[in-house]
């Protein structure tokens, strides 16, 4: 049952043993001198270094301190709704374990939520430093996601805060790739924006790779919208006209006794037709993979440990 007034922090943590200790101590001190009843809840995504061992130092210490460890990895997003589903408070917030999402600023996204706002909305002044091409393609994937959305998501964070109510219904989603980012925004309730600025990483480095942002991308337009297949068609249409038009293009030639003799014309439409036929049909492969991981119905998680 939830806890009147207290406020559920859920941190998804993969090989972070650098970063636990000191982003719990930074929580614990600000939120212990605000007076805001607390637990933390340390979730390991099937992490290779000794991020549970220290996760299970802190609960032996700590009551406000619960952990949950992955039987491997299974994502950013499975941690974020395990966290939520063993959350016991209020409202619960998501956040970073390698502080860049600022910890100075849940005291106010605390205060706005007792204010009557539901969804507490962290979003970025800025990137921080970063390589300019994961900016541009960031910039990139958050514009095709807002447009195949209609959400504004160009500066968009998991770093949110939101109400039991906003909780309990993402909770009752039953897709298996959930994207939380956008879904968040998609229920709706009563939100309020609180801009922050992306803070350096106290320790470790950054475990995205060009390739898994490319995969996280994918996955999350996908799981989305079906703007992808929508594209199908268009890709259809636009050949359709092509066709009509270089048809009628080849019958005037005929009868006027103009016509080009060689194949340059016939292999180039078989290349292009032949790559939008491979493209199209990896999209509809590519949803019908999802629907088959969808039917399979199996778990987003499975834990293998739990403390505190």
């Known amino acids: 049952m939830p806890t009147d007034d207290q406020l559920s ?41 000794a991020t549970y061992q220290r996760i299970q130092e802190l609960s032996l210490h700590y009551r406000q301190v619960k952990g949950i460890s992955f039987s491997r990895n299974f994502g950013k997003e499975a941690a974020i709704f395990a966290g939520l589903e063993s959350a016991c408070g209020s409202c619960c917030l998501i956040m970073d374990c390698d502080l860049q999402h600022p910890a100075e600023v849940i005291p106010d996204m605390y205060r706005l939520w007792k204010e009557g706002y539901e969804v507490v909305e962290g979003v970025k002044t800025s990137r921080g430093k970063e390589n300019p091409v994961h900016t541009l393609c960031a910039r990139g994937f958050y514009h095709i996601i807002s447009s195949v959305t209609n959400i504004d998501m160009s500066r968009a964070s998991d770093f949110k805060l939101l109400d039991r109510k906003a909780v309990d219904a993402l909770l009752l989603m039953p897709e298996r790739a959930p994207f939380f980012r956008a879904l968040s925004s998609w229920v709706g309730f009563r ?49 359709f006209l092509a066709s009509v038009i270089l048809g009628i293009q080849s019958l005037y030639r005929y009868f006027t006794g103009t016509a ?21 049909l990896g999209i509809i492969g590519h949803y019908i993979s999802r629907i088959y991981d969808e039917i399979k119905a199996r778990p987003r998680y499975i834990i293998s440990k739990r403390c505190g």
Do not use: H
């Open 9 to 49: 922090i859920i941190i998804p943590s993969c090989n972070e043993q650098d970063n636990i200790q000191k982003t719990f101590q930074v929580i614990y001190k600000l939120l212990t001198q605000n007076k805001i009843p607390f637990e933390i809840i340390f979730v390991d995504d099937g992490s290779k270094d």
């Open 191 to 239: 939100t309020v924006s609180l801009p922050f600025e992306v803070q350096e990483r106290t320790a470790g480095s950054s475990k995205w790779s060009v390739w898994s942002l490319t995969k996280y991308a994918i996955r999350n337009i996908t799981s989305f919208s079906g703007a992808p297949m929508q594209l199908v068609s268009l890709l259809g249409w636009i050949m």
């Open 260 to 280: 080009l003799e060689g194949f340059t014309t016939v292999i180039l439409l078989q290349l292009i037709i032949g790559s939008v036929l491979m493209i199209s």
